[in-house]
């Protein structure tokens, strides 16, 4: 069966960027394409829309059917539509991403998928498409949003060292922070709440506690 | 000329919600549909994306053809998909938005718009689709946006005191704000650089000047 229209109309897909924590390191979920266009080559998980399916469901749907990855709660990105971005035919994808913790997630390539993974994003293969202008840009927003969400939290225990804190920033900006500056930052943005109590972690001195405290600046400046 | 396809494809537009400061109030433009569904009822500006045409320059085109609005430079907000959101076919709309000081220009409707408007946000008309959803998504990343960037001091003079601040954000915020909360809270940001100046404007106490420091909380941690 075919379908026609009166005036062309791109095909639409969308795609997954999920980040996660592995190995003291910022990593992300790619598949092994199966097929043209770019057959063998690594990709985020993804694909087209089906014609009654809302945008948000596709995506969770195409990352569980090539990853076997379920349950995550993903967030719209942008969308990407360079003109040339799909050797096949115009393609617009609208990209959707998420942080989240994988202990327990069990990969299982599947559909369009060849294989499945988790690569550092300082250390990607080279990638089908546009995608990786998708993931830069992915990590700009979720850098972007560590200043003003709670999500960094999930990685950290209840309570925590400025220390600890620091050095997950670090894996998620995928930079070195100078630990005065962030000292300081943390201090006056008031996402901490100290517990009055300290602890001695590994070799470390003696640091203080704290806890997060839900916080959104300009929500609460009335 | 009729186009066929293997599947069923989605047709896709770009909508803009341009919002400005006028007569003290958070304003937005509209235009009125000359055509059906929804033939005479308010909207925002936008249409259907040309084939071989770029997602923002798709925007920009509608814009300029609807109400005779250019040189605004466009923010993707997010892509709108919801199943029946239009009454033809499954229409996914990729959403721009703006905040731009509008004092010399000039509305000129065209094309599919028989009308052009500012309506203030908080007395918008009845509208089209699920556009009064898009705008209250566009105002939220409008006022997410207020706390880690400087489009606010485009309303303000080079120097201003924190009061003139405060009332420009409550205008965008579209709320009261707390004149202690907003104080403290500006002054630890490091969003300003006092001028060491002080200033009496209408019948105010003498307060000091500001001006606007570049600053990116998290990207300047380093």
């Not at 925590?160 to 620091?166: A, D, I, S, V």
Request: hydrophobic share 40%; glycine share 6%.
């Amino acid at each position: 069966m075919t379908h026609t229209y009166q005036y062309p109309h791109p095909a639409v897909t969308t795609d997954v960027v999920l980040f996660t924590i592995r190995e003291d390191s910022l990593q992300l979920l790619l598949i092994r394409r199966r097929n043209a266009p770019f057959e063998g080559r690594w990709a985020l998980p993804g694909g087209f829309l089906d014609i009654d399916e809302d945008l948000e469901r596709c995506a969770a749907r195409e990352l569980a059917e090539e990853t076997g990855v379920t349950g995550i709660e993903l967030e719209q990105l942008r969308t990407f539509g360079a003109v040339d971005r799909d050797p096949r035919e115009r393609v617009i994808s609208v990209v959707y991403f998420a942080l989240a913790r994988v202990e327990n997630l069990h990969l299982r390539a599947g559909d369009d998928a060849a294989d499945a993974g988790w690569f550092a994003l300082r250390a990607l293969p080279e990638l089908a498409f546009d995608h990786d202008q998708i993931i830069r840009a992915a990590h700009e927003r979720l850098v972007t949003e560590l200043s003003r969400s709670k999500i960094v939290f999930q990685f950290l225990p209840e309570t925590f060292t400025l220390e600890e804190l620091r050095r997950v920033y670090e894996i998620l900006v995928d930079a070195e922070i100078d630990k005065r500056n962030f000292r300081r930052y943390f201090l006056t943005q008031g996402m901490l709440e100290p517990t009055g109590q300290l602890c001695r972690r590994g070799g470390q001195r003696q640091a203080r506690l704290y806890r997060a405290r839900e916080r959104d600046p300009v929500a609460h400046l009335g």
